[in-house]
């Protein structure tokens, strides 16, 4: 069995006041037939490839989380040694050379087999986010759909899910953002949300943080503010956190 060291800091609340990012926002857009609205990519989206759940070596698993305000890692809990934060970090099962030789995947399926630790993982999400005035949990295809319904719930917000394109069925908004070799679309549901609501966005992990810059900016769009992301995991080295700016990110795992 691999031992995997576990490192932990205090938390840092939510601040009620929360700076949005100064990132210019997209400059046009234009009618996408029977769909609703693309935004072209601005100058923001960097090239980028969204390491989903890969990474090439096999690191310690640290568990931290971010700062609301200056997005640096604290502990998610109260509890230095808060046994939580371990048991989710051990059931995270690490899986080598897929989907290629040299990826080591990271595997929550396994997290969501144990109750104890699945339960774990939605009651330290919940812990930090409610009474903080958040009306809207933005999940993003496809994990964010599974953390995302049982948080909104608890901290009585409603989920909306950020989806791929051709995946909605009503009128949509979309966003075009930069991959490495291409581009995506993430679209949402034309009145899912409404100017002035705050919102939080989730995802099951971080790595270059392309698809979550590409969910602030389309909240942000209609006049949404994004007061936090939040990731089960964190790997670090590929700069996911730099690049939301001024939004923070909470994260429970992170692997270095």
Not at 76 to 92: F, H, L
Not at 229 to 242: D, F, Y
């Amino acid at each position: 069995m691999i031992q995997r060291p576990l490192i932990f800091s205090p938390l840092n609340p939510i601040s009620p006041q929360v700076s949005t990012p100064t990132t210019p926002l997209v400059n046009a857009v234009f009618p996408k037939p029977n769909r609703g609205w693309i935004a072209l990519s601005s100058s923001f989206q960097l090239p980028e490839l969204r390491l989903q759940n890969y990474q090439l070596t096999l690191p310690p698993l640290v568990c931290s989380a971010s700062d609301s305000v200056t997005n640096q890692p604290s502990m998610a809990s109260q509890d230095e040694q808060d046994p939580r934060i371990s048991k989710i970090s051990s059931v995270i099962r690490v899986i080598p050379d897929f989907p290629k030789p040299g990826i080591m995947f990271q595997d929550i399926t396994t997290l969501l087999l144990d109750t104890r630790a699945f339960r774990d993982t939605i009651d330290l999400f919940v812990e930090r986010y409610r009474g903080k005035n958040i009306s809207v949990v933005a999940g993003v295809e496809a994990r964010g759909f599974i953390f995302g319904p049982p948080i909104a719930l608890a901290i009585g917000a409603k989920f909306v899910p950020l989806r791929k394109p051709n995946k909605l069925p009503g009128e949509v908004i979309s966003e075009e953002y930069s991959l490495e070799y291409g581009t995506d679309i993430m679209e949402m549901h034309v009145g899912a949300v409404q100017a002035g609501e705050h919102a939080l966005i989730i995802d099951d992990l971080v790595a270059t943080g392309g698809t979550l810059c590409a969910a602030i900016r389309l909240l942000e769009r209609v006049g949404v503010h994004v007061v936090e992301c939040a990731c089960v995991i964190e790997l670090l080295g590929l700069m996911g956190r730099e690049r939301l700016g001024d939004t923070p990110l909470f994260v429970l795992v992170s692997s270095t």
